[in-house]
């Protein structure tokens, strides 16, 4: 069993109230649970307007089919508009 992990520290520069990045956030981590079949969680900043640090978490069989299911969610946050990455990180257990 492989437990794969990826933690997004992402700015929303258009959030101008944390009930305003709520709900876009709401959206984005519909669209990646709809998507990707994965868990998500906001696991930090969640008193700020415009930052957030996302929690996203696998599990599989195989490690290059976890990497790769991480690797597609940074990517599908990444092209999310309004959303800029400031970090990430994916671990593998």
């Known amino acids: 069993m492989v437990v794969g ?3 997004v520290d992402i700015h929303i520069p ?4 944390l009930k305003s990045k709520r709900h876009f956030l ?3 981590k519909d669209r990646v649970k709809n998507r990707f ?5 906001e696991v930090d900043h969640n ?3 415009q930052r957030t640090t996302l929690g996203i978490s696998v ?3 195989q490690k290059q089919f976890a990497n790769q299911i991480l690797s597609g969610v940074v990517d599908f946050i990444g092209k999310e508009n309004g959303v800029q990455i400031l970090d990430y990180s994916i671990e593998l257990l």
Do not use: M, P
Not at 14 to 17: D, I, L
Not at 37 to 41: H, Q, R
């Open 5 to 7: 992990i990826a933690s």
């Open 14 to 17: 258009e959030s101008g109230s």
């Open 26 to 28: 709401k959206g984005i």
């Open 37 to 41: 079949n994965v868990s998500i969680a």
């Open 47 to 49: 008193d700020l307007w």
């Open 59 to 61: 599990v599989t069989n």
